[in-house]
């Protein structure tokens, strides 16, 4: 004999009850519906917001960045103080782990670039021009002229666009760096404006220089190397190729990109609050339908109710059968709204919407929404738990009323 909490008898007769109004189960199924694809929408938009962001994050520094321990913790007095010397042995050393993917040295320094008239401080960074811009990606636009290339004839440059309208600049003009040296002298070299690019941020394009790595050594006397970034195969696999480095690198820090990541960490904290408070009251919107609805139900079949007790039906018995109508309810409401959320999701893909540039950026960005199948079961799965407990709920308070008074009732 089967326990009379699997009858499927019982699960039919609620089914076949969820059908008996059927305006108020539609509005009910409707509201559930809405209510499930606002959640999953707004938990799809933040969860490419961060996959977006971590991209962008990891793009610009590395997944991990390998510096002398003072390089991360302590400030500067003269350029390139902790830096790197040994940069092309610790590069041969860190491709050999299977994750790695890329190495790339950088020499960060800042000083004043001038065009004879003007001078503005820069943030300059020397790189490997044969990998850095192709691991840049869709994050870095060129607005004009070229890329640096390799062994070029002359000391080139590429700039920030909003640094080149400061200076009047544009691709083929002189300008001069000036900075300090890591013997604490003055230094000036001449350099030609290769390209003008764009990051989306108008405050670090104000400031952003970027030059090749022989350059930056000989504008600052050293042949020593800031940092290197570690581009790995996988984002996934940080953790456990931040874990290897660590151990086979004893006097270096491997820091991942998520140590510096400030934005992407203060971004997250924010989205995690706002879209967290909003499915929480669509969920008691929700629950408070379904509530409804299932009292509404009851109170319609209290005669109904008092007969079934009269004949031997125990209370237990039904609720059961109302957790199940909200079940169904509930249930059928959520599939349909991931089932609409998935749509938009997907209809993004085929028919891209442009949003508005956020704070602080000067470009806008395509709306993606994420699918994600974890987040859309546990999503489906908690309106469906919390629908049949509020069907409960309801029918353990209106099944105390007396079978005499339930069978007396208009």
């Not at 962008?56 to 960045?65: K, P, Q, S, V």
């Not at 004009?144 to 440059?157: D, S, T």
């Not at 510096?260 to 904290?269: E, G, P």
């Amino acid at each position: 004999m089967k326990p009379d909490w699997i009858d499927l008898t019982w699960v039919r007769f609620a089914f076949h009850n969820s059908l008996r109004n059927r305006r108020r189960s539609l509005v009910t199924v409707s509201v559930a519906a809405l209510g499930t694809a606002a959640i999953l929408l707004a938990g799809g938009f933040a969860y490419s917001t961060y996959e977006g962001l971590a991209q962008a994050a990891a793009r610009n520094t590395g997944h991990l960045i390998v510096g002398k321990p003072a390089h991360f913790t302590t400030d500067e007095d003269v350029p390139l103080q902790h830096g790197i010397d040994d940069a092309a042995a610790l590069q041969t050393k860190i491709l050999s782990d299977p994750a790695v993917r890329y190495v790339l040295p950088r020499v960060d320094f800042s000083g004043l670039i001038s065009n004879g008239d003007k001078s503005t401080i820069m943030l300059a960074v020397g790189i490997d021009p044969n990998a850095e811009f192709a691991v840049k990606g869709p994050f870095l636009k060129v607005m004009e002229g070229e890329l640096l290339q390799p062994n070029a004839k002359e000391a080139e440059i590429v700039i920030g666009d909003a640094l080149a309208r400061s200076l009047k600049a544009k691709t083929g003009s002189s300008l001069t760096l000036l900075v300090s040296t890591t013997d604490g002298a003055l230094n000036a070299l001449d350099v030609r404006v290769r390209g003008l690019v764009s990051t989306g941020v108008p405050d670090m394009d104000k400031r952003l220089v970027y030059t090749d790595i022989k350059t930056a050594q000989k504008l600052l006397n050293t042949q020593r190397v800031s940092s290197l970034g570690v581009f790995l195969n996988n984002m996934d696999a940080t953790a456990d190729a931040q874990q290897r480095l660590s151990s086979a690198l004893p006097g270096m820090t491997v820091q991942s990109w998520l140590d510096q990541a400030f934005f992407y960490r203060s971004v997250k904290d924010l989205y995690n609050r706002i879209f967290g408070a909003l499915g929480a009251i669509i969920s008691v919107i929700v629950v408070f339908v379904v509530a409804n609805a299932m009292a509404m139900a009851i109170i319609e079949r209290t005669r109904e109710i008092g007969s079934l007790r009269a004949m031997g039906t125990l209370p237990g018995q039904l609720v059961r059968s109302f957790s199940f109508e909200g079940m169904f309810l509930g249930g059928t409401g959520a599939i349909v709204g991931a089932l609409i959320a998935l749509a938009v999701a997907l209809l993004l893909l085929v028919f891209p919407v442009e949003m508005p540039p956020p704070p602080g950026r000067s470009s806008g960005y395509p709306l993606m929404i994420t699918i994600d199948a974890a987040m859309y079961a546990i999503t489906i799965l908690m309106m469906i738990v919390l629908s049949m407990l509020s069907s409960a709920l309801i029918a353990r308070r209106t099944l105390r009323q007396p079978i005499v008074d339930a069978l007396a009732h208009n």
